[in-house]
Each structure stands twice: as structure tokens, then as C-alpha cells.
């Protein structure tokens, strides 16, 4: 039988910690984050893993957290990295794991959101603004099709979100 968890997927700065931390106060249910239980795993931050380790060894450790999960969780909202969801064996691993909403973003919101960032590696550097206009015209298809319910975010407050989300999910 398939979990009853929520899983928030989308891209960087589309707000899958705030909108997550506002449904899990609303459902009454525990959160997970597979970015911060990245970071507790490997006993350092994410802009690290990526410099010491590479991009490919922190994507494996995302598959294993991700399998750990199935595991473990059960009426949870579970935000995701915003890669995650790219491997075609992640995606396979969500559908299992339970409900997938994905939150759409506009590159505007990323872009006035992310402005300084520096824990994100993937958008470090020069032509941020390009990088994040290229990356959701990949993304987004994928994203889409992963979910089950997609939510479009910009300009709307956290806990409209989150409402509208559990009136989609039927919770
Ligand atoms: C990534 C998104 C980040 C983090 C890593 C890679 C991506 O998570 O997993 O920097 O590939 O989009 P957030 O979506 O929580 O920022």
C-alpha cells in the first residue's frame, strides 16, 4: 500500500522548507528534509560534500537517504532537494514513498530569493540568472511529471500554500 506521506519537490528557493515546516504544523506530522539529513550524515555542509566529495557522490547519498526513508516514514511531509527528483530510480523511489506535490516557481522568484546565497553550489558563481532560467526549462517537464499535484507559488503567502495543498491532497 502506498505511504501516507506529503513530499514537496521543486526547485532551489521555491520554498519546499517554509511551506513543509508550515504543513507539518498543520497536519500535526513530522518533517524530514533529505538536504539536511545529508548534512547530518556526512557530518558537513552540502557547498562541501559538492567541493570534496563531488556532485555524483553526493547524488548517490541522496538515493540511499531517499531508500531510507521508504523505510522509515509514514504521515510525514518529506521536502526534497531540488535535484532529487532527476534520477529516473529517485522517481520511482517517491512514487512509492507517497503523495508528490511539486512547487512551481517562476525564475523572477528564484532569482530574487536566492540573491547572496552561497549554500547552493549549483548557483554559485557568474550567470546566475541564466543558470537558473536554463535549469528550470530542463527541470520543470520533469518536475511536472513526477507529481502528482503541482502548486504554483509566486506571490502567495506560505500558508495559503500549504491550504491549498492539503485541499489537493485530500487531507
Ligand atoms: C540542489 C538543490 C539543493 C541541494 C543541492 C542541489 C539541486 O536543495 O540539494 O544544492 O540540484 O537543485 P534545495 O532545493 O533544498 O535548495
Known sequence: MMKKNLILIGFMGAGKTSVGQALAGKLGWPLSDTDQMIENEAGMPIARIFEEKGEQAFREIETAVLKRLIQEADEAVISVGGGLPLREENRRLLDTLGQTVFLQVKPETVIARLAGDTTRPLLSGDHVEERVREL???????????AGITV????????????????????
Not at 528550470?136 to 513526477?146: G, H
Not at 495559503?160 to 495543498?165: D, K, N, P, S
Open 152 to 171: 504554483d507559488v509566486d506571490g502567495k503567502e506560505v500558508s495559503r500554500i500549504a491550504e491549498e495543498i492539503c485541499r489537493e491532497a485530500g487531507l
Open 136 to 146: 528550470l526549462v530542463y527541470r520543470n517537464p520533469i518536475y511536472r511529471d513526477a
